[in-house]
């Protein structure tokens, strides 16, 4: 069975410009979280859906962050126009139940220069 | 808001030896489950082990045991023989039931195993 895939792995950036992520969940987890890890801190929440609804926006950092899900499926998280804190790992996990064991990608390393 | 605390950025073990690594939260709430997580070098974040915060009996995985205390909010691992490829980043997390289910890491904790 196929994990959570994330594309790209490591994607570099000029400040101003835009960039997507994708995530591919384990097929069937309808839970579907995104995460950011900036160097040396914590693993932060940004959002959380269930299917393709948004259950939860609370830690998305501002309107330049957008989620989707399509469908169910695959999510894409687009960060437009790129800032330079906006660097760090993103985390994309999947679960099938809402206590359940989460299921991690390796993450996209977003560099903005 | 529920916070979760690592305070060793950083630690070493023999091979073969015990770690305990340290994690502590805050939350008002009764019930919630707490989770170690470990990311290998270039690798993947793996569940290690899970306790549900209505069990008093620690949870035991093989070589991995935790000490939960409720009432001091501390959630520590035990790792007991050490293996090489025990090395990796710990996360300690904490999962929120009330509303909505939103898991809240740690800073994580860099552990090396020595041979």
């Known amino acids: 069975e196929a994990g959570v895939t994330q594309f790209p792995s490591h994607s570099v950036i000029e400040k101003g410009q835009t960039v997507t992520l994708r995530c591919d969940p384990i097929s069937g987890h309808d839970n579907l979280y995104w995460y950011r890890r900036v160097m040396g801190k914590e693993i932060k929440f940004l959002l959380h859906?269930?299917?393709?609804?948004?259950?939860?926006e609370s830690g998305m950092p501002n309107n330049r962050f957008l989620a989707e899900r399509t469908g169910g499926t695959y999510s894409t998280l687009k960060v437009q126009p790129a800032e330079l804190e906006d660097s760090g790992v993103y985390f994309c996990?999947?679960?099938?139940?809402?206590?359940?064991?989460?299921?991690f990608g390796e993450g996209s390393r977003l560099t903005v220069l | 808001a529920q916070t979760v605390t690592q305070s060793q950025p950083e630690m070493s073990v023999q091979e073969a030896e015990t770690v305990t690594l340290s994690c502590t939260y805050d939350t008002s709430e009764n019930n919630y489950y707490l989770f170690w997580y470990k990311q290998p070098p270039s690798r993947q974040m793996i569940l290690v082990i899970r306790q549900e915060a209505y069990k008093q009996q620690n949870a035991t995985e093989n070589r991995f045991s935790v000490n939960f205390q409720k009432a001091a909010k501390s959630f520590s691992l035990k790792i007991s023989d050490s293996q090489l490829g025990d090395t990796a980043m710990y996360f300690c997390?904490?999962?929120?039931?009330?509303?909505?289910?939103?898991?809240?890491f740690g800073t994580g904790t860099r552990l090396k195993v020595l041979a």
């Open positions: 996990a999947s679960s099938q139940l809402f206590t359940g064991e989460l299921f």
């Open positions: 997390a904490f999962l929120t039931t009330s509303g909505t289910y939103k898991y809240i």
């Open positions: 859906f269930v299917k393709e609804s948004k259950q939860d």
